[in-house]
């Protein structure tokens, strides 16, 4: 029982990861395209920055 729930939250943990760092580069394109970064933009990027990092240290210990 307790396997399948740390399953399916490392499947969850990297599907959302996955979203964030794609919604990232999302971001970084649409501020290309409108002609530089705004400071909502930064502030966005950098929310995501502290997603993934945050994510990325839960999925390095869900391997253990």
């Known amino acids: 029982m307790k396997l ?3 399953l399916k939250h490392k ?3 990297g599907t959302y ?10 971001i970084s394109i649409a501020a290309s395209r ?3 970064l705004t400071d909502d933009c930064i502030s966005r990027i950098q ?5 993934i ?3 990325e240290r839960r999925r390095k210990l869900l391997n253990y």
Not at 17 to 26: D, P
Not at 47 to 51: I, S
């Open 34 to 36: 409108k002609g530089g």
């Open 47 to 51: 929310n995501n920055a502290f997603l």
């Open 11 to 13: 499947r969850y943990v």
């Open 17 to 26: 990861l996955f979203n964030i760092k794609m919604n990232t580069i999302n």
């Open 4 to 6: 399948m729930r740390v």
């Open 53 to 55: 990092r945050k994510y």
